[in-house]
Structure formats: C-alpha cells, structure tokens
C-alpha cells in the first residue's frame, strides 16, 4: 500500500504544468524597443573621391588603418638603410614604397624608423 502511494506522489509531481513566464508592461515594451532597428544614414563604405581625407597623413606601427581610394592603408614596416623603404598594406596587398614615389593622390614625403609621412599632392 505504501508503494502504491509512493508511486502516485512522485507521478503527480512529474506532470506537465502550463508555466508561462509573467513579464511587466515595462519589461515587454523594453524588449520591443532593443529588438526594433533604428536606421542610419551614415556612409558604411567611400570609395573614390574622398571629400574630407585629410591632405597629410602620418602612418605609425600602432595607428589605425586609414582609408584611402584603393583600400585601408597601415603601416607593416620600414626598411632602413641608405634609402628608406616603408612596407604598407593597402587593401591587404603588400606594396614597398620609397620618398617621392605616390600611391594614389599622395606622395611619401618622409620615412622615419617607426612612421611615414604621405602627402596629398
């Protein structure tokens, strides 16, 4: 008898409720507004002709990439010697670049030990 017993609590424990979660008002609203986009009208990408780059440029080892018409631009390294090479990515293709020589609308105009200088020309 007192198994029988037993068997009937534990069944009647083990059965399917209709639990649904109680959220406020407030909670719920809340959730709408974070879910809801808002959309922006700012530019993702510039490509071309850019309004606003500055007309001087200093790329160091640790700054940002900068973009330019054909890609981001960064600073990967700097050979040193008689004349100074800097070693740029630009739009992840490698492209070794001495004082005087341009990519794009700017022209290096000075390669120091951790930085070089283009200059929109």
């Keep these: 008898m007192l198994l029988i017993a037993f068997a009937g609590i534990m069944l009647s424990s083990c059965s399917l409720q209709s639990h649904k979660p109680v959220l406020s008002e407030e909670t719920a609203a809340t959730e709408e507004t974070e879910a809801a986009e808002i959309p922006s009208r700012e530019a993702v990408f510039v490509y071309g002709n850019q309004k606003n780059s500055p007309s001087k440029l200093v790329l160091t080892f640790s700054s940002e ?4 018409p054909s890609g981001y631009v960064r600073l ?7 004349r100074p090479i800097a070693c740029l990515e ?7 670049l001495g004082e005087g020589e341009l990519v794009d609308a700017y022209r290096v105009v000075g390669i120091g030990s951790n930085n070089v ?3 929109r020309r």
């Design 76 to 82: 990967v390294g700097v050979v040193s010697g008689g």
């Design 117 to 119: 200088v283009p200059e």
């Design 65 to 68: 990439p900068v973009l330019l």
């Design 90 to 96: 630009i739009g992840g293709r490698g492209l070794a």
